[in-house]
């Protein structure tokens, strides 16, 4: 069967791990007894399959990112339940790059679709459709959750169909192939069943429908294997999304960063153990020769260091096209979280190369000081530690990334080129003078001396790993 991970995103309380849960009890991967159980132990109905987490059940919310697999007829399918809270955004989008499909829920109870639409700069639905263009996902399902909480009025259904299909044609995103489907996970209404006695007025497919429609995803399992770790268990234990190649038991793979070689004891397919895997599916792989401290989410594993000698997977230094959403704009100097794959690392805007023209993609100003809100562009960036990146054009799941400030999205783009320098050909753009704060989930790191770029260097020269 041909695997297919789907994405759940909405803001918080939309009813997203309801609405799995249903999924799930629908594709017979949860039984009667196992939900009443759940619910028996304080669980919500549904929400409670995912939510298994104490403090995730006391908080009736999800903190984390949550994988859990099963199979329909066509599809071997990858939930991935992420939080809704905006303090978890980083949680969030390692859950999204993963994805070849977006399953939006929104919340149809009057007021809320509203107040989250019409917050100009904080709005989770907008960031949502966004990250989906931002990391080329191109198939997506809208779910308008709790239809009970409007008794089930069309009216509202199509005025929250309006609003996000300008959202979606602003940002260029296939808005017409698209499907919207009024629900209420809860009551398990337009899962596997329709819900012709309450919605007659809708004659479209259920949730189970629209996901076997689903376009076959293309996938690379002949080329060099690239298996970023979303999870790392207990021992030598990693799971992640297999994005290129094949991984098989016996296999020497290279850790990176830091170029660990380890050898593969043993794989699995959501518990059932196998000798090989291929692109597209989620696998757990234990590790020979390793401790959990060195395996953590945001590493990758790659079956040699040398399978493609363009390829630098010890990354501290970076160019990238970027599109700027933050009204100040960026500027040489500014410090944000860079999220790419499951990974995100502090970095710096070292350089500005140069202003993009919109329509054509030309240079219209070699080395500007900033670039402003919905400008394109070329920047240079600096990371804090070493990271695992590549190019677009090299590994395109791998080299599409956001930027982000105080866990706001401020630009997105695609990486051009990647560059392994050393401190010594850092520190000519680097000041060792000033400490530097950045939020990382739901903590703050202080990191002293590594990120703080003297603009001035920066703005005047090009630095000298970007010359010919």
């Known amino acids: ?248 038991t016996g296999q020497e793979v290279v850790l990176e960063p830091g170029g660990k070689r380890t050898i593969v004891k043993s794989v699995e397919l959501f518990s059932k153990t196998v000798n090989a895997a291929r692109a597209g599916e989620w696998v757990g792989v234990r590790l020979s020769g390793l401790s959990i401290k060195e395996a953590r989410r945001g590493h990758v594993l790659h079956c040699n260091m040398n399978d493609r000698g363009d390829n630098k997977l010890h990354v501290t230094r970076l160019t990238a096209q970027v599109s700027v959403i933050k009204l100040d704009g960026i500027a040489p100097g500014m410090c944000g979280t860079l999220a790419v794959h499951t990974v995100h690392v502090p970095v710096q805007c070292s350089y500005i190369l140069s202003r993009l023209d919109k329509k054509t993609g030309h240079v219209d100003q070699k080395k500007p000081e900033s670039l402003l809100d919905r400008e394109i562009g070329e920047v240079e960036f600096v990371s804090l530690r070493p990271v695992s990146l590549e190019a677009h054009k090299d590994f395109a799941s791998l080299g599409r990334f956001v930027l982000l400030d105080h866990n706001h999205v401020i630009a997105w783009g695609v990486i051009k080129s990647v560059v392994e320098v050393t401190n010594a050909a850092r520190s000519d753009c680097l000041s060792n003078s000033v400490a530097y704060d950045v939020s990382v989930g739901s903590r703050k790191e202080r990191y002293q001396g590594t990120l703080n770029i003297n603009p001035n260097s920066c703005q005047n020269r090009m630095p000298d790993v970007l010359k010919d």
């Open 1 to 248: 069967m041909e695997p297919v991970s789907v994405t759940v995103v909405g803001h918080s309380r939309s009813g997203k791990s309801s609405l799995l849960g249903a999924i799930l009890y629908a594709l017979g991967s949860v039984t009667t007894a196992e939900l009443d159980r759940l619910e028996r132990e304080g669980g919500e109905k549904f929400a409670a399959i995912w939510d298994s987490n104490p403090f995730e059940k006391e908080q009736k919310r999800t903190i984390d990112v949550h994988v859990k697999g099963c199979s329909s007829k066509h599809f071997q399918w990858t939930f991935i339940d992420v939080p809704g809270d905006r303090k978890q955004v980083l949680n969030m989008i390692s859950g999204i790059a993963c994805a070849d499909c977006i399953l939006l829920v929104l919340d149809a109870t009057p007021g809320v679709f509203e107040a989250n639409m019409e917050d100009a700069t904080h709005s989770q639905t907008k960031e949502h459709l966004l990250l989906t263009k931002a990391f080329a996902i191109k198939q997506v399902i809208v779910v308008v959750n709790k239809m009970d909480a409007c008794h089930y009025d069309q009216g509202r259904f199509d005025t929250i169909y309006a609003s996000i299909m300008t959202q979606m044609k602003r940002l260029h995103l296939n808005s017409e192939q698209t499907r919207f489907i009024p629900a209420s996970a809860v009551q398990g209404q337009n899962v596997r069943v329709a819900c012709a006695d309450r919605m007659p007025w809708y004659t479209g497919s259920t949730i189970l429908e629209a996901m076997d429609s689903l376009t076959s995803v293309k996938r690379h399992p002949f080329n060099p294997l690239r298996l970023p770790i979303l999870v790392s268990g207990i021992g030598a234990v990693v799971c992640g999304k297999i994005e290129s190649g094949t991984l098989h």
